[in-house]
T-cell receptor
């Protein structure tokens, strides 16, 4: 079984600044995938970035990057040059490579201040 | 290409009734998963279907069931609705776990 924990219920950032959202997880699997999803008020979950656990290199997608610390079971999301459109609920999630179930954290509500 | 389509977007039902929600995955995606989202419990996995077979199931009572058709479209059914079933039900489709999961906009179910 996997568990995912997001310890920051709310975060805020000034437009154009950088913010980091935290996530820790626990799993008995040796290989797995990690994801960050964004859920704006429209409710649709949007995939922001994904990381394969066997890859040591941190994933990057434009202004979004992760800091993946496998030994510490930590998977934080860094948003650079924050934009108003980044305001949303962010969910960290894990999936076993052999399975199809996503386990989500509690979410972090990100506010971007102009 | 078209995304994941869920219908209806909103639904109001009375306790004791049953409801069916529909999900059309992205073309070519054979895996369809369902999640329940509530303020108290967060996002919880209901079940996953692959090629018309239930491949994985979450910890929900038997009142929650689903099926998948040969065109990969999926339906979720909840019988004998309870007030606690009020939630946003999200459907996601995928080519593989590595590719990630594409979600629909959800169906907001309110049980009164």
């Amino acid at each position: 079984a996997q568990t995912v924990t997001q310890s920051q219920p709310e975060m805020s950032v000034q437009e154009a600044e950088t913010v980091t959202l935290s996530c820790t997880y626990d799993t008995s699997e040796s290989d797995y995938y990690l994801f960050w999803y964004k859920q704006p008020p429209s409710r649709q979950m949007i995939l922001v970035i994904r990381q394969e656990a066997y890859k040591q290199q941190n994933a990057t997608e434009n202004r979004f990057s992760v800091n993946f610390q496998k030994a510490a079971k930590s998977f934080s999301l860094k948003i650079s040059d924050s934009q108003l459109g980044d305001a949303a609920m962010y969910f960290c999630a894990a999936a076993e490579t052999s399975g199809s179930r996503l386990t989500f954290g509690e979410g972090t509500q990100l506010t971007v201040n102009p | 290409k078209a995304g994941v389509t869920q219908t209806p977007r909103y639904l109001i039902k009375t306790r004791g009734q049953q409801v069916t929600l529909s999900c059309s995955p992205i073309s070519g995606h054979r895996s369809v998963s369902w999640y329940q989202q509530t303020p108290g419990q967060g996002l919880q996995f209901l079940f996953e279907y692959f090629s018309e077979t239930q491949r994985n199931k979450g910890n929900f009572p038997g009142r929650f069931s689903g099926r998948q058709f040969s065109n990969s479209r999926s339906e979720m059914n909840v019988s004998t609705l309870e007030l606690g079933d009020s939630a946003l039900y999200l459907c996601a489709s995928s080519l593989s776990s590595l590719d990630g999961y594409t979600f629909g906009s959800g169906t907001r179910l309110t049980v009164v």
